[in-house]
């Protein structure tokens, strides 16, 4: 027997366009809207439009059996409005079946966990707020951008009355113990905890095309049969999360990759006593033990922590820059200023800044539109340097307003005052004038 949970990472981030120094000083347009409709409506082609198609056939031809698990983040959608509805239609019909659940997460994939907890906060809502719009759905399980974990985020989602919550198997966390059962997270009663499988999830998403891997090609026949090992003891689940570009995108239709998924599917569910199912629907599998981590956890590069994104001291000292506009931005209540600025704290622009080397500095360059992180670095500084002059210029405004209320405030008393002299003297004189007429 084995359950399988399969999740996808659905995200698409809002790309700068190229911004040099001399485009600080009044140029506002940052975000490249060519090159992300350009990459939307191929990733669409090559990736979302076919998967999301064979994941509803797979649906309606196992009558169910077949379940699938999703993360769509907020800028992602947005694009798909703009650029792709055909998408959000295909995830729309998916939704429909009742067979695929939605995870929340933070709207602009940002690392706010990590560095504002009201912004956190805000961003979660915001991007229950949209599920609710857009497919009609509220969320009861939680995953952090890039399943970014600690203790901390494990006691925020207990707090917002999450009942599942994902993140990655790291070894050096379990100490031995398998990541194919559910845990408690350390000072939590109610949450649980889902674990990817790091091996499995790799084998499909990075080493399933690579001819020089020992195990190539990977079969339907002989993944089925590793899942089923993994997941052979009592209470298990395997979880493989990867991301959906690894369907089309990342790995090429040309290598069999969506026959694959498809011939998977039919392996797992050949034997009725094998599932697949959704977070949601293991909710009530026991607990294999308490895991504890006060250390942040991601599912990105070997190190498994937050390296990929605060690694080095020009990515820290831009996440460390974007956070700290927040008070001022936030006390702006400009709504384009705003927006511009939570798009700036998606954690892509920080990632592109990453100076990582071999395997993981070619997956950070593979996903990188800039030539090197430093070019990354010196774009998104210059990005912020432009946001600070705009909230410059919006804090004169205000201090001009206010100096000209007050001077409007000021001529309006001294005509009150004139005008309640006025009227005392009026007074005084009706009074001066009746008092002659009594004593006529």
Not at 3 to 12: A, G, K, S, T
Not at 80 to 92: C, I, M, N, S, T
Not at 258 to 279: R, T, V, Y
Request: glycine share 4%; hydrophobic share 35%.
């Amino acid at each position: 027997m084995a359950n399988v949970c399969l999740y996808f990472q659905v995200h698409q981030p809002f790309r700068l366009r190229k911004y040099t120094i001399f485009s600080v000083e009044n140029d506002q347009n940052y975000f490249d809207e060519e090159k992300n409709r350009q990459l939307m409506q191929a990733i669409a082609g090559r990736c979302y439009i076919p998967a999301n198609k064979l994941l509803l056939e797979l649906v309606k031809k196992y009558r169910g059996r077949f379940r699938v698990t999703f993360s769509i983040t907020g800028t992602a959608v947005e694009q798909f409005q703009k650029y792709a509805p055909e998408v959000l239609a295909g995830f729309r019909a998916l939704a429909m079946t009742g067979c695929v659940e939605f995870l929340s997460e933070t709207y602009y994939h940002s690392l706010a966990s990590l560095f504002s907890p009201e912004e956190f906060l805000a961003q979660v809502k915001q991007h229950k707020e949209m599920l609710s719009e857009q497919f009609d759905y509220t969320p009861r399980t939680f995953r952090n951008t890039e399943l970014i974990y600690n203790n901390d985020i494990a006691r925020f989602a207990e707090e917002q009355s999450y009942e599942m919550l994902l993140t990655e198997g790291v070894e050096r966390v379990l100490q031995q113990r398998s990541p194919n059962q559910l845990y408690t997270p350390y000072g939590c009663k109610k949450i649980k905890l889902l674990l990817r499988n790091c091996k499995l999830s790799d084998d499909l998403a990075f080493r399933f095309s690579n001819r020089l891997w020992p195990e190539y090609p990977l079969t339907p026949q002989k993944y089925a049969q590793w899942i089923t090992q993994n997941g052979a003891a009592e209470n298990s689940v395997v979880n493989i999360f990867a991301d959906y570009e690894t369907f089309g995108e990342h790995i090429k239709k040309e290598t069999g990759i969506f026959e694959f998924l498809s011939g998977l599917a039919k392996e797992i569910l050949q034997s009725k006593e094998n599932n697949f199912l959704l977070p949601q629907e293991l909710k009530n599998f026991p607990s294999a033990g308490e895991l504890s981590s006060p250390e942040a956890l991601s599912w990105a590069d070997s190190q498994k922590d937050v390296s990929a994104w605060l690694g080095n001291d020009m990515q820290y000292d831009a996440a460390k820059n974007i956070f700290e506009l927040e008070k001022e931005i936030k006390k702006a209540q400009n709504k384009q200023i705003l927006n511009d600025w939570k798009r700036l704290t998606s954690a892509d622009h920080l990632y592109y800044i990453s100076t990582k080397y071999l395997g993981d500095g070619e997956v950070h360059s593979y996903f990188s539109p800039y030539k090197s992180p430093y070019d990354a670095f010196i774009n998104f500084m210059n990005v912020l340097e432009n946001v600070r002059k705009r909230l410059k210029l919006l804090s004169k405004k205000d201090k001009r307003a206010v100096v000209k209320k007050k001077k409007r405030g000021g001529v309006r008393m001294v005509a009150k005052k004139k005008a309640a002299k006025k009227t005392a003297k009026k007074k005084v004189a009706k009074k001066k004038t009746a008092k002659k007429a009594k004593k006529r």
